[in-house]
């Protein structure tokens, strides 16, 4: 049986994101989130408006969407209750959030230079995003939210995570460790539970630059083995 309940999050559970942006004195700020989504090359971020991180992008229009791995949970847990925001906003300080001015330092991670945008990557994490603002938009009935679309630019994945068997490098999800927040706690991924019909499709072929002739055959040739 359900009940009908009235919590104060809903944080279904979603990747971990270490997100560096430049403060107006051209310092790099870096901040955890993880309401974050993307389809395609864009990414979709919503942000606290009273973040420092949200004032950054507004201001400069530019970031780096970093994803740890699972085994980076400590570094990132270190952001924790913190922000690159001085003064503290009263209504953070009232939560128990303090500023840190050397958020790269307090979580024991290395800035890398970013080939396109100003914004340092964290060097840790092997997934590294470089992007650009395209639109903002408020939003939120019981949270005071800016919504990001952030147009992905430039993509550097740790070369142990790729397969590189097809004419397209890309990601393999069964090397890729991330990192997830589920109702504020951190979680990793459980192991695969289920063959995937959409990862078999001619849609995720052709996203991976396979041959659609052969694919089609392929995949024909298998149906008619079952019937
Ligand atoms: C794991 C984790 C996930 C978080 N997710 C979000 C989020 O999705 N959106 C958000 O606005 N704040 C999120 N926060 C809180 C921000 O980190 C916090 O507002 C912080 O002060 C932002 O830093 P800044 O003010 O330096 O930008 C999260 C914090 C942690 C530790």
Request: overall charge negative; glycine content about 8%.
């Amino acid at each position: 049986m359900h009940r009908t309940i009235d919590p104060t999050i809903l944080y279904f559970g979603t990747p971990v994101v270490l997100l560096s942006t430049l403060n107006q004195d051209g310092s790099a700020n870096l901040a955890p989130m993880s309401s974050a989504w993307w389809l395609g090359w864009t990414c979709i971020l919503g942000l606290g408006a009273l973040s420092q991180t949200a004032g950054n992008l507004l201001r400069s229009g530019e970031c780096v969407i970093n994803l740890p791995s699972e085994q980076l949970v400590s570094h990132v847990d270190r952001l924790a209750m913190t922000t690159g925001r001085n003064p503290v906003p009263e209504l953070k300080r009232g939560w128990g959030y303090r500023w840190e001015h050397d958020k790269f330092g307090l979580a024991g991670l290395s800035p890398q230079t970013s080939e396109v945008v100003r914004p340092p990557r964290v060097a840790e994490c092997p997934v590294q995003m470089e992007g650009i603002l395209r639109q903002s938009l408020s939003f939120g009935k019981d949270v005071d939210g800016i919504l990001f679309e952030i147009e992905v630019v430039k993509l550097h994945v740790e070369q142990n995570l790729l397969n590189t068997s097809g004419p397209k490098p890309h990601i393999d999800p069964l090397r890729w460790r991330p990192l997830l927040m589920s109702f504020c706690r951190f979680f990793g991924l459980g192991e695969e539970v289920h063959p995937s019909r959409l990862a078999e499709s001619l849609f995720l072929r052709d996203k991976l630059g396979e041959d659609l002739q052969d694919a089609a055959g392929a995949n024909l040739a298998e149906s008619e083995a079952q019937v």
